[in-house]
């Protein structure tokens, strides 16, 4: 599973305080399923929640949120598209710690297809129990090219947080 770790990484990068104690940050991995379709192919999905953690946050959570959306536009984009999804697969709680800080945590619903595919040429002994395993990126958007970007989100004057998003192959 790829997502978890980009997720992390994309939320360090992009808010302040995660990127100056991004120890406070956590993500784990909750009700996870292989969902596999029986055909010939061993090629199944990871279907879980990500449950993200962040203790004693002290930054706004327009810096969380926005760049999470932003994620999940290029990672998840199905969640924007469907209309049940859209309703459902993002959730939060907010345990206030004091006038400053809370505990904050986010589960999100994801998926990550994986493409199990025989060898070159199945019917030779060498390469009939030979499989190569790949994660294939999330489609494009019909119509979108993506180009690198850089990103910032900003409230009343603050810089709340700031990403780069790499251009896609076409």
Same mark, same amino acid.
């Given at each position: ?7 992390? !990484? ?5 808010? *302040?305080?995660?990127?100056?104690? *991004? ?12 969902? %596999? %379709? ?24 327009? %810096? ?5 959306? %932003? ?41 990550? *297809? ?20 790949? !994660? ?35």
């Amino acid at each position: 599973m790829r997502k978890p770790a980009s997720l992390r !990484s994309h939320l360090t990068a992009a808010t *302040p305080e995660l990127r100056r104690d *991004p120890d406070k940050i956590s993500i784990f991995v909750r009700e996870g399923r292989i969902v %596999a %379709a029986g055909a010939e192919s061993l090629s199944f999905e990871y279907s879980y929640t990500v449950n993200v953690v962040l203790l004693d946050y002290a930054g706004d959570a327009n %810096a969380l949120m926005v760049p999470l959306l %932003a994620w999940l536009r290029v990672n998840q984009i199905e969640i924007f598209e469907n209309t049940a999804l859209r309703q459902k697969s993002i959730r939060f709680e907010v345990e206030p710690l004091n006038k400053e800080t809370a505990d904050i945590s986010i589960e999100i619903d994801l998926t990550e *297809p994986v493409v199990v595919a025989p060898g070159a040429d199945p019917t030779s002994p060498e390469t009939t129990k030979r499989y190569t395993v790949s !994660s294939p990126a999330e489609p494009e958007r019909v119509g979108a090219l993506r180009v690198a970007e850089h990103w910032e989100v900003w409230f009343q004057g603050e810089l709340l947080a700031d990403w780069d998003f790499e251009a896609t192959e076409p």
